[in-house]
């Protein structure tokens, strides 16, 4: 198994433009979550699906924050409008029920 | 001006030595455990886990230690090798909050050749 798979790995965008990260989980794993990783606040619970359905998302900043899981092999995650606070690396991570999350290598996202 | 970030304690052993990093954890009710290694520019790396119905766990080179009367976790590390230096977190899941992972700020581990 190639394990998560994000892509981009890197994306540079100016403030205001719309931002889409990528992911696609482990095979058979039923939980995906959306993590963002910075200095200042280390890394954060964005959202995580089960079977494809939204469970939690108290961690989504606000609304300029959208994810979506159309099918179990991928899902996305939208900055609309981004913004330099935004800058950030977001990482994707799959699981299956009570067991450990194998984490992507990460989206560096910078907003100018 | 500089910005304000998380100050990660930071380990620094021999090349050779054993390494030992704490972690504390918030919740009694946190039934699962688990501890990530993360190199620089690199996802979370799963290492070894423990359930809340064992105090020790044994991999290759690592043990991890759960103490649930202190909410403590401790990952030891045998014979460190310069591979090891990385950060490495401890995350806790609380039976009551679904499948989520709480992780710790994070210690950074150098190995000094």
């Known amino acids: 198994d190639a394990g998560v798979i994000q892509s981009p790995r890197h994306e540079v965008t100016e403030m205001g433009q719309e931002v889409t990260l990528r992911c696609k989980p482990i095979?058979?794993?039923?939980?995906l979550f959306w993590y963002r990783q910075t200095m200042m606040r280390g890394l954060e619970l964005l959202i995580y699906?089960?079977?494809?359905?939204?469970?939690?998302d108290s961690g989504m900043p606000e609304d300029r924050f959208s994810a979506k899981m159309p099918n179990a092999s991928f899902s996305t995650l939208k900055i609309q409008p981004s913004e330099p606070r935004d800058s950030a690396v977001y990482f994707c991570?799959?699981?299956?029920?009570?067991?450990?999350?194998?984490f992507g290598p990460g989206t560096r996202l910078t907003v100018l | 001006g500089e910005s304000v970030g998380l100050h990660l304690p930071t380990l620094s052993v021999q090349e050779g030595d054993n390494s030992i990093i704490n972690c504390a954890y918030s919740?009694?009710?946190?039934?699962?455990f688990i501890w990530y290694k993360q190199e620089s520019g690199k996802g979370p790396q799963f290492i070894i886990d423990?359930?809340?119905?064992?105090d020790k766990r044994q991999g290759q080179r690592v043990t991890v230690l759960l103490n649930k009367t202190v909410k403590h976790l401790s990952l030891q590390i045998a014979a460190t090798q310069p591979g090891d230096s990385a950060v490495y977190f401890c995350?806790?899941?609380?039976?009551?909050?679904?499948?989520?992972?709480?992780f710790g700020g994070g210690t950074r581990l150098m190995v000094k050749p």
């Open positions: 991570a799959s699981s299956s029920w009570y067991n450990e999350q194998f």
């Open positions: 095979s058979g794993h039923d939980y």
């Open positions: 699906f089960n079977n494809n359905v939204p469970i939690d």
């Open positions: 919740n009694s009710a946190s039934d699962y």
């Open positions: 423990i359930r809340s119905n064992m």
């Open positions: 995350a806790e899941r609380r039976n009551n909050a679904g499948n989520m992972l709480t």
